[in-house]
């Protein structure tokens, strides 16, 4: 089989693209080239190519070099401006659509969403499923809901092979400083490095999330698009949820030095949900996938990532 991996340099993209080269797919990764290829990546035969999604000829030309099976388009930003976040979700992928629509029509493809769609859902209408309204109260949840209309309107319109999927909050080894856990594992190895004071800068530790490991996160695109049913949609969680809190105490009991917690207002979200649970039994009972990594493992592995990077 042949996929495409949009993103591959990204958190997502790495991951899958390892899974794949590890059953002996032909996987072609391309990348906008802000990010090095991670080194992991570079021990597999993965063909890579920069791409410009925001371009239709430039998105045009990639599909017709990579003719793929499947498309795994992990391409997306998170920090950004809202025009930047609109065209990086929505308009790219409404290119990279029309690009399959008129050269691959019998790709299947999958179209990642997030748990932000759903944005702040009461906790008696939790675990939240696929049906759940969209409400999102963030820049980014508008993007990915935009995204995920364009998602759907073109498997409505044109009968496309396209699944896509409400992933929850992931965690694992590739994941940028700048989300959780990344940051408190960064912050642990300079403490453990002597490098900076033992003290842990945390925001809310009161929320709640559904969190899921990177890795299985990719098992779940690749069971969605070789088992899923096209035009559904599917929750990609955990089903059970951990607060910040918890998080800290368990990287805590595995770092080599113990630390102060501090409560830094800089780091405290204006808009933060407080709890957030997921619905996973339709891509359990349609595609037969269950979480294998634990959190414990996933915080450790993140840990010692960090260790070997600092």
Same mark, same amino acid.
């Given at each position: ?129 696929? #049906? ?127 630390? #102060? ?50």
């Amino acid at each position: 089989m042949r996929a495409l991996i949009t993103g591959v340099t990204g958190f997502a993209g790495r991951a899958m693209a390892l899974l794949l080269a590890s059953r002996g797919w032909n996987v072609i990764g391309s990348h906008g080239g802000h990010h090095p290829l991670p080194a992991g990546l570079c021990r597999h035969d993965i063909s890579t190519m920069t791409h410009k999604l925001s371009d239709p000829t430039h998105t045009m030309s990639l599909l017709r070099d990579a003719r793929p099976d499947y498309i795994f388009h992990l391409a997306g930003r998170t920090g950004a401006d809202f025009a930047a976040l609109l065209g990086s979700h929505a308009g790219a992928t409404a290119n990279l659509l029309e690009a399959a629509r008129q050269l691959c029509a019998d790709a299947v493809i999958v179209i990642p969403g997030s748990s932000a769609q759903f944005g702040d859902v009461p906790q008696d209408r939790q675990p939240i499923t696929e #049906e759940a309204e969209y409400q999102p109260s963030t820049l980014y949840g508008i993007a990915k809901t935009a995204e995920a209309w364009t998602a759907a309107h073109y498997q409505r319109l044109y009968s496309m092979r396209i699944i896509r999927t409400h992933t929850f909050n992931c965690i694992g080894p590739g994941q940028r400083p700048q989300f959780v856990p990344a940051t408190f594992a960064r912050q642990i190895v300079a403490i453990e490095r002597g490098t900076a004071a033992p003290i842990l800068l945390v925001g809310n530790l009161e929320s709640r999330r559904d969190m899921i490991d990177i890795r299985d996160v990719a098992s779940a695109y690749l069971l969605v698009a070789t088992r899923g049913r096209p035009g559904r949609s599917y929750n990609i969680c955990s089903g059970q949820t951990h607060s910040i809190g918890a998080l800290v105490e368990r990287l805590r009991a595995i770092a080599r030095v113990d630390f #102060e917690i501090r409560r830094d207002p800089g780091r405290v979200q204006s808009i933060d949900i407080p709890v957030q649970r997921g619905d996973p039994s339709r891509l359990q009972q349609d595609t037969g996938w269950h979480p294998t990594v634990p959190l414990d493992q996933s915080l450790a592995d993140v840990l010692e990532e960090w260790r070997a990077a600092i």
